[in-house]
């Protein structure tokens, strides 16, 4: 997520523009206090873009709104992420391929007992058909998820069927604002 303040200041019909870091103005000269200033205020989000124009504001007392928007924005993302896990949490432990499909992206990696594919969402679909005929699933859980260095989300499973467990890992997408199932894999434990 990238947050980009900026801030104007007029001083004898010159306009100087800095960034918030910054303590100097592009001329040389110490810029005064931010509170009265004009002020422009650039939020940039994943999904989309607000501009704020914000005219003699004190900015002290719009900090905490600005701190919730951004920490709201961040538990929303982390929310969807958990969302579509428990989604396909249920659609695993149901074994229907047909609902499982619905939260696949358009190509998605799969590994079943060591035989990585890459397959259409469409084609995927009839290979976890198949699977979950040979293997009905009688008990699947989330032992883990989290998100990697890079910010990709991930979740590791128990997957049960009769006597057979297999360790289920899936990576998560974000495609067009929505979170997706980009790689799968069922290994036998």
């Known amino acids: 997520m990238d947050i980009i303040f900026l801030r104007t200041q007029k001083s004898a019909n010159i306009t100087s523009i800095k960034g918030i870091s910054g303590t100097k103005s592009s001329f040389g000269k110490p810029q005064k206090s931010v509170e009265h200033a004009e ?3 650039l939020l940039s989000f994943d999904n989309g873009i607000v501009f704020a124009n914000l005219f003699t504001m004190n900015m002290r007392r719009y900090l905490p ?33 047909k609902e499982l499909s619905k939260y696949l992206n358009q190509t998605v990696d799969v590994t079943i007992e060591g035989n990585v594919q890459s397959y259409s969402k469409a084609q995927a679909e009839f290979v976890f058909r198949d699977f979950f005929k040979q293997h009905p699933p009688s008990e699947f859980s989330i032992i883990h998820q ?14 049960k069927s009769g006597g057979e467990t297999y360790r289920v890992f899936m990576k998560i997408k974000a495609i067009n604002s ?11 434990e």
């Open 146 to 159: 989290g998100s990697s260095k890079g910010g990709q989300p991930f979740a590791i499973g128990q997957f």
């Open 65 to 97: 709104v600005f701190v919730l928007l951004f920490l709201t924005s961040v538990s929303i993302k982390t929310f969807a992420q958990g969302d579509v896990i428990d989604q396909v949490k249920e659609t695993i432990k149901a074994g229907s391929a």
């Open 178 to 188: 929505q979170q997706l199932v980009h790689e799968i894999s069922f290994a036998k």
């Open 39 to 41: 002020s422009h205020i």
